[in-house]
Each structure stands twice: as C-alpha cells, then as structure tokens.
C-alpha cells in the first residue's frame, strides 16, 4: 500500500509543517531530458524480433547477454539464433530502433510465464547532472528499491512497482544512437 505522506509536495507548492504554521517549499521538478527506451519482457528473443521488425519495421541494432553486474556485454557478429539455443548460449536482450522509439526486448527464458500486466520491464529517461544528482538522493532517502547504482545511472523501483532507468545525459547508452 503506497502511504501518500511520504511524497513530497508539487514542485512550487508549498506545504504546512504540522500545526507549527511554518512552510516547506517544494523543490524543483526533475527535468526528464528524453526516453531512452521501452523495455519488454518476452519468452523468446527471435519471435518478438520476428515480430517487431516486420510489424512495425523496426531495425535490430544490437544484441547482449547482461553481464554479472548488471551492464551489457555485446553479441559478437554472426550471431545466429538457432545455434545459440542449441548451445545454451542465448543473447540476454535485443535492442531495436524506428525513427521514433529504441525498444529493449529482454528474454525472460521459454518456461517463465509472462504476465500480460507485467510485460513492461522498465523505462528509461536521461536526466541532466542536477536532476540526476537530486533524483539519487531523493531515492536514497525514501529508501526505495535500488535494483543498480552506478557514477552515471540508477535503477529503482518506485512505490507503484514500476522499474525506472535513469541515466546521465552525457553518459552514453548501452547502445548506439543514429
């Protein structure tokens, strides 16, 4: 159950402390910079792939296994499928890119059972160095999930269970961009 009073005001509000008739200011709003990408829990890689691409034309930019910490280390070229299922060597995510959004399909394994309302992994925004320095700490401090903590990213999971990815501006993503 999520407890309201542990949020803090609207950025601009300001908001009584008890019956002492002193005031808080809420801080600024974080500035979200842009979406990196959507994250999509899948069962097999190479029929979302299959699906994506020729549904909505997306291209495959990449692929990864996710390394024991947490980053992703790259698929080597020639890749194949087939052989990597044969050989237990299955990449971990691919990442697909249109003109408009970068998706992350993140394989979840044959025999787990994906729910159709948990589907969505995680998103993920880039903030600049005061956003991203104010958000780690306002994460720290209400003490919520941190799933990775890194110089330049952050991931948690908020109150409602939904798993965010934020990452410097400048730091440079997993994956190319155009």
């Given at each position: 159950?999520?407890?309201?009073?542990?949020?803090?005001?609207?950025?601009?509000?300001?908001?009584?402390?008890?019956?002492?008739?002193?005031?808080?200011?809420?801080?600024?709003?974080?500035?979200?910079r842009a979406l990196?990408?959507?994250?999509?829990?899948?069962?097999?890689?190479?029929?979302?792939?299959?699906?994506?691409?020729?549904?909505?034309?997306?291209?495959?930019?990449?692929?990864?296994?996710?390394?024991?910490?947490?980053?992703?280390?790259?698929?080597?070229?020639?890749?194949?499928?087939?052989?990597?299922?044969?050989?237990?060597?299955?990449?971990?995510?691919?990442?697909?890119?249109?003109?408009?959004?970068?998706?992350?399909?993140?394989?979840?394994?044959?025999?787990?059972?994906?729910?159709?309302?948990?589907?969505?992994?995680?998103?993920?925004?880039?903030?600049?160095?005061?956003?991203?320095?104010?958000?780690?700490?306002?994460?720290?401090?209400?003490?919520?999930d941190v799933l990775?903590?890194?110089?330049?990213?952050?991931?948690?999971?908020?109150?409602?269970?939904?798993?965010?990815?934020?990452?410097?501006?400048?730091?440079?993503?997993?994956?190319?961009?155009?």
């Amino acid at each position: 159950m999520v407890d309201e009073n542990e949020f803090l005001p609207v950025a601009g509000e300001r908001t009584p402390i008890g019956d002492t008739g002193a005031v808080i200011a809420a801080p600024h709003a974080i500035q979200l910079r842009a979406l990196n990408h959507v994250a999509i829990r899948v069962n097999e890689l190479e029929k979302a792939e299959t699906f994506y691409t020729s549904f909505f034309g997306m291209t495959i930019i990449g692929r990864a296994y996710l390394g024991p910490k947490g980053g992703y280390q790259p698929v080597a070229a020639g890749y194949d499928p087939r052989t990597a299922y044969a050989t237990n060597r299955e990449a971990d995510v691919t990442f697909l890119r249109s003109e408009a959004l970068t998706f992350v399909l993140r394989r979840m394994g044959r025999g787990d059972r994906v729910e159709t309302n948990a589907v969505l992994d995680h998103i993920s925004v880039d903030v600049d160095i005061h956003g991203f320095t104010e958000l780690r700490g306002e994460v720290l401090m209400r003490n919520f999930d941190v799933l990775m903590l890194a110089p330049e990213a952050l991931t948690f999971r908020d109150p409602f269970g939904v798993v965010w990815e934020v990452t410097l501006d400048d730091a440079g993503d997993a994956f190319p961009r155009p």
